[in-house]
């Protein structure tokens, strides 16, 4: 009962943010949404930790697998990737380690300077 | 063959499940990051389906249930970061501002390249969303103008990468700080990243995870301006 409870409550507020982003005309997805509610209801002590925890952090866990079939997807895009194989293998992996190191280092320096604060 | 998967209820879940078990038990095995459960998983259906001479969207049709759950997980994210709320209000400067020069710098070094490369607008926007999650990546793409179906597989690329390099980046990066591995590793490589980071760390997964949203958002701004410089 305990894991159907917590299921429930994580489905409902998934629900409430698909309901917010089909009627907010912005460009959030659901489940920001849902992630901005949960942890709103989280940090206010609406929702307490025990009514959601073990359920959520399976999902988290397992979520790697939810996204095998958009991964194989990429059989369909085979042609229009071809042409631009090069270029766009460069890229990506030039920018995502770009990203890592700036990003990282970035804060890593300011969370030092905070600390001296 | 063919005909019984297209009838099949749980051929499409079954196969990728048992071939992300394949995937642990290899990493597991022999603990190096290229063995990552997801590219294995992926490369083992997609050999599958080839061999055995399956369209790819027949799979997609009996598999697309596990994709439903991407929602609810996003979610569930929240809890990690609940769970380090002083962590969070102690460096939220430190954090946002990280994850900022981050999104700005995946802009840049993509219009830097496009350029460098000759890309056309339209194969340039595709790639402007690539480190963030699908959901938002594909909205932005499809606003700009880019490949949709092409950004879907950039952003799952990356992701992928993200999460076999973390460990080896942040180690020649000098990328020590908790805090600051997760806001790497989540401002580039989205969800599929952050499992890597909830991995190696309490702390690492739960700033991936917040990473994934603030750099989303952030991306969404940034690449409508950004796509007008090429």
């Known amino acids: ?117 | 063959m063919s005909e019984f998967m297209q009838n099949s209820v749980f051929w499409g879940v079954a196969i990728s499940f048992v071939s992300y078990g394949i995937g642990m038990m290899l990493q597991r095995k022999f603990r190096m990051a290229i063995f990552n459960p997801l590219l294995i998983s992926v490369i083992l259906i997609m050999l599958f389906l080839t061999i055995s001479g399956t369209d790819y969207r027949v799979y997609q049709e009996g598999a697309d249930v596990i994709s439903y759950f991407l929602t609810p997980a996003t979610v569930c994210l929240a809890i990690p970061l609940y769970e380090q709320i002083e962590l969070l209000k102690k460096n939220f400067k430190a954090i946002m501002i990280g994850i900022l020069s981050g999104v700005l710098t995946s802009l840049v070094s993509v219009l830097a390249m496009s350029v460098f490369f000759g890309l056309n607008h339209k194969e340039y926007t595709t790639l402007l969303p690539k480190s963030i999650t699908t959901a938002i990546g594909m909205g932005v793409s499809e606003e700009l103008g880019g490949y949709v179906t092409l950004t879907v597989a950039i952003i799952i690329i990356t992701g992928i990468l993200g999460s076999i390099l973390a460990e080896a980046a942040c180690k020649v990066f000098h990328i020590t700080e908790p805090i600051a591995k997760g806001v790497a590793i989540g401002t580039a490589s989205h969800a599929i990243g952050t499992s890597k980071a909830m991995e190696m760390g309490e702390t690492e997964g739960a700033i991936s995870g917040l990473s994934i949203a603030v750099a989303g958002l952030l991306t969404v701004a940034g690449a409508s301006v950004f796509a007008c410089f090429l």
């Open chain 1, 1 to 117: 009962m305990k894991y159907l409870r917590q299921f429930s409550i994580i489905l409902l507020i998934s629900l409430v943010g698909e309901a917010l982003h089909s009627l907010i005309p912005l460009p959030v997805p659901a489940s920001i949404y849902g992630l901005a509610i949960l942890f709103i209801a989280l940090a206010s002590g609406v929702l307490s930790l025990d009514k959601v925890k073990e359920t959520g952090y399976f999902l988290i866990e397992v979520m790697p697998l939810m996204f095998i079939p958009a991964a194989v997807g990429l059989l369909g895009a085979y042609h229009v990737l071809m042409p631009v194989l090069l270029p766009y293998a460069v890229i990506t992996l030039v920018s995502t380690l770009l990203v890592m190191l700036v990003a990282g280092r970035v804060t890593q320096f300011m969370t030092g300077e905070e600390a001296k604060e």
